[in-house]
């Protein structure tokens, strides 16, 4: 699995609370520990801050990478906040998102081009957020499309089939896995990832729908999610998952993380 | 999910030890836990006392039945301690298990008939369990139409595709997956089963294991598991489950379940 970690969100208090005070300790310590528990990428978003988001977005950037070796994942609607934060950033951001909505494609598509980025595809089109998976795939595939035509591997292309709550639309996570299971057969290479928590906003015990969530995706194709790295119910569901499905042969790596203490 | 409770098992030392001292009150101790914590039939095993076993598996119904109000799974190759223990049993039982061979077909169709028994299949053959899931399949297949020309409805039938543990056949628990898959598009009414901890025979932490593999199997079709009803993970997994593929819409069952205390 593709590991984004999500703690670096200003919809988090105590996170905008910091970005207010440019308390970059607190960034750096939120970093340190998903790094070592060995994200991929970290995610930051400042998206809460309106007029400053840009200026916050870039401060997260370089406050991240001086501290950790990791790239981000740079989260953002806006194709203002997302230049300013790519300027600063070393190595290959994931640019997180481009839609099929045609005034953001017009803004983020050259910067993906510009910074070699990788990019996350919301499944969301002019009109919102489609009921059926069936109409999400064909607004993945349109974009999937036009950024291969300008130059995009597929493999440097994540679709988020876009996670809505189950506690208000009971066939919400069924549509998350159709399209997760329908995109990996269409498009042999590209990647799928999903905001995992999303699925349980409103619920008790959050984290438990998370990882059972988290496993239902993954045995459908699920190859990139963006988690909290430090749960260690979502440790639990990814260790237990490689094992289950084979990417783990012979549990060895499950083993080595129970030794560790990391599954619980 | 229909849910057979697992725990009245010779394999159990604590349960061989009932048996050998004929120690009702232990068993039935098992018998009530799991009947309040709202199985659909106990199962009861009695396999590792040999030449005994028909004695004490009838002695097991009895004793169980003598306590609660619940339906038994009768779990044994041994078609003459089946016989014993139906002849005690009341209700409609669960046969464990009938297979592709010819010589325990002869055996069983006829208790299954003579008792309107229902009936686990295991998909096994006259060479054993067969490596891929086609050829499960192929015996399920077989078996079930020899059931319905006998008057065995589908509802009655409960398919198993066989579970191996992970920690030395990488690839048991897909087998399983797209068993349960094909079985289920196959036959409209058929009923898929599991015995889900044997997944997780060798490695350690095996409620992890179990816990999501049971989701997975879930979320492909499984509609019945032999499962431990008391394991705080177990119960987490099926209601996260049925929360996230909208048998519990509203997620009102996992609230519940929350606010008894049930998950954790």
């Not at 370089?62 to 070796?69: F, G, I, P």
């Not at 910067?111 to 489609?130: D, F, M, R, S, T």
């Amino acid at each position: 699995l593709v590991i984004v970690g999500e703690k670096i969100n200003s919809s988090n208090k105590k996170v905008a609370s910091a970005l207010e005070k440019r308390d970059g300790e607190y960034i750096q310590k939120l970093a340190k520990e998903q790094a070592e528990a060995g994200v991929d990428y970290i995610d930051v978003n400042a998206g809460i801050f309106g007029d400053q988001e840009a200026e916050l977005l870039t401060w997260l950037v370089e406050t991240v990478q001086a501290y950790v070796l990791k790239p981000c994942c740079i989260d953002s609607p806006n194709p203002y906040a997302l230049k300013k934060a790519l300027e600063v950033h070393h190595g290959r951001a994931l640019i997180n998102s481009l839609t099929g909505e045609k005034e953001r494609q017009e803004k983020i598509i050259p910067l993906v081009n510009y910074h070699q980025a990788k990019v996350v595809v919301l499944c969301l089109g002019e009109k919102g957020i489609p009921e059926t998976a069936d109409e999400r795939v064909q607004i993945a595939s349109s974009v999937i499309d036009l950024l291969m035509q300008e130059g995009t591997p597929l493999s440097d292309i994540y679709i988020d089939p876009l996670v809505q709550p189950i506690a208000t639309s009971p066939s919400a996570a069924l549509i998350s896995l159709e399209v997760i299971e329908k995109i990996k057969n269409l498009y042999n290479g590209v990647h799928t990832i999903c905001g995992i928590s999303n699925i349980s906003y409103g619920l008790p015990l959050r984290r438990i729908i998370n990882a059972h969530f988290l496993t239902m995706a993954m045995s459908r194709g699920l190859d990139s999610a963006i988690i909290d790295p430090c749960d260690p119910l979502i440790i639990s569901s990814l260790m237990a998952t490689d094992a289950l499905t084979g990417s783990d042969s012979y549990c060895l790596k499950y083993i080595s993380a129970f030794r560790k203490g990391r599954i619980k």
